[in-house]
């Protein structure tokens, strides 16, 4: 049987894009996946619209605006109560490839971070994110665009050290690994203002293939497409 994915969106007024998201979700080849729709106290009634319109996925309405961090992290401790073996953190404002799912399920053999290649025109010529570079001692990182590298090197599986909170697929064992490194972390400081994971064991990723997203960026839609990365 195959691994379930559970697909955290976090919302905040996205009617606009909802319908477009949502056909390409339905496109997917992978089909053992769950939506988890978390929904930041929209006011275009985009909550209600797709609460009402797509009754198989699990929706969460909150009463504040809860951000996009805390967001993912409401939907991440669902999927982890129902036992998801991964979770695919998506921005709302896309359109996937057919194949997202099944070739970042494929690339992260289950134990790597993995995140494809974007577009962000629906003519796939211009490429928004292709991987990055973390600075371990800053947090600074530098994303690759079309500038950075040729084309035909985007078409490539290769590892990174920075994946793009747009789409990420993460195992669960990775999920819990790095919740108990944090756990450790405040348990031993008392007093902590902010601190950077730096386990390179968790954070580095590769590169899939074949897989594209659209992005809509502002007002305009962007299309991305995806080398898969994945971590090691």
């Not at 992260?108 to 993995?114: I, L, N």
Request: proline fraction near 1%; aromatic fraction near 12%; glycine fraction near 6%.
């Amino acid at each position: 049987m195959s691994k379930s994915v559970y697909i955290v969106l976090v919302n905040y007024n996205g009617m606009k894009y909802l319908d477009d998201f949502m056909d390409s979700m339905h496109k997917q080849t992978y089909t053992n996946y769950k939506i988890v729709f978390v929904d930041s106290a929209s006011t275009d009634g985009s909550a209600e619209y797709f609460k009402n319109t797509w009754t198989e996925a699990k929706t969460i309405i909150k009463k504040e605006n809860v951000g996009f961090a805390r967001g993912c992290n409401i939907g991440i401790e669902y999927a982890k109560r129902k036992k998801a073996d991964y979770v695919l953190l998506l921005n709302i404002d896309t359109v996937l490839d057919n194949n997202l799912i099944e070739e970042l399920v494929k690339y992260s053999e289950g134990e790597r971070v993995v995140s494809p290649k974007i577009y962000s025109t629906r003519d796939k010529v211009d490429i928004w994110y292709g991987g990055g570079d973390l600075n371990y001692e800053t947090g600074c990182h530098a994303q690759y665009h079309d500038e950075r590298l040729e084309k035909e090197n985007f078409d490539l599986c290769h590892e990174i050290t920075f994946v793009s909170g747009c789409c990420m697929l993460i195992p669960i064992e990775v999920i819990k690994r790095m919740i108990a490194m944090l756990l450790q972390i405040v348990m031993s400081i008392q007093f902590i203002t902010g601190f950077m994971l730096q386990d390179k064991t968790l954070i580095n990723g590769k590169s899939v293939i074949r897989t594209v997203i659209c992005y809509w960026a502002g007002a305009r839609l962007e299309i991305l497409e995806y080398s898969a990365l994945r971590m090691k």
